[in-house]
């Protein structure tokens, strides 16, 4: 089965570049989407589609996704940006990654 | 506004049964695909089975042959029975609209907040 390797945990400095990777063989060929779940919370969904944000989404949320690496990068990482985050592909059956915690310092 | 309650969650016993129940208001869920998505306490989220708006579905292996999901579309909700459960099962339990992304695949856009399921003797 298809399977997506993320960092347990991702630090960013406030106000700085937060990148989160997320693993798995030609990812390329899948579109990854990505959740974040605060404590206590349902997940949201902050990009699908590789590189779309819902609407609601701040721009500071932006994705990528080439090789066997996508990624969801951060910009200017603000305390309320703290959680754990998540990416998905899905074909007949849906695959989560095991999720990354961003602690924002 | 479209809303998603989850209910039915409770403590049973290795063995047992449960029927989890998801109330959709804001939109019918004949319309949409849907899914059910669980968090072991700690842990990550495990995709558990989905339903196309068109009736056919999917389960993650690990619930193959145990679970069972539908729709009461008269109702408005979604279910997921639960049979032979385990306390590996033990997690909240999240149904969530199940939106097809271009060019492919699908992602869950609206989530309800859980029921817990706990099995434990």
């Known amino acids: 089965s298809y399977e997506l390797t993320q960092p347990l945990s991702v630090s960013v400095a406030l106000g700085q570049t937060a990148t989160i990777s997320c693993g798995g063989n030609?990812?390329?060929?899948?579109?990854v989407h990505w959740y974040q779940q605060k404590p206590g919370q349902a997940p949201v969904v902050v990009i699908y589609s590789d590189n779309k944000r819902p609407s609601g989404i701040p721009e500071r949320f932006s994705g990528s996704n080439s090789g066997n690496t996508a990624t969801l990068t951060i910009s200017g990482a603000q305390a309320g940006d703290e959680a754990d985050y998540y990416c998905?592909?899905?074909?007949?059956?849906?695959?989560f990654g095991g999720g990354t915690k961003l602690t924002v310092l | 506004e479209v809303r998603l309650v989850e209910s039915g969650g409770g403590l049973i016993r290795p063995g047992g049964s449960l029927r989890l129940s998801c109330a959709a208001s804001?939109?019918?869920?004949?319309?949409?695909?849907m899914s059910w998505v669980r968090q072991a306490p700690g842990k990550g989220l495990e995709w558990v089975s989905f339903?196309?708006?068109?009736?056919?579905?999917y389960y993650a292996d690990s619930v193959k042959g145990r679970f069972t999901i539908s729709r009461d579309i008269p109702k408005n909700t979604l279910y997921l029975q639960m049979d032979i459960l385990r306390v590996e099962d033990t997690a909240m339990y999240y149904c969530?609209?199940?939106?097809?992304?271009?060019?492919?695949?699908?992602?869950?856009?609206?989530w309800g907040q859980g029921t817990l399921v706990t099995v434990s003797s």
């Open positions: 804001g939109f019918n869920v004949s319309t949409r695909h």
């Open positions: 339903i196309y708006k068109g009736g056919t579905s």
């Open positions: 030609n990812i390329q060929s899948y579109n």
């Open positions: 969530a609209i199940y939106v097809y992304a271009e060019p492919s695949g699908y992602y869950h856009d609206y």
């Open positions: 998905q592909v899905s074909d007949l059956r849906t695959v």
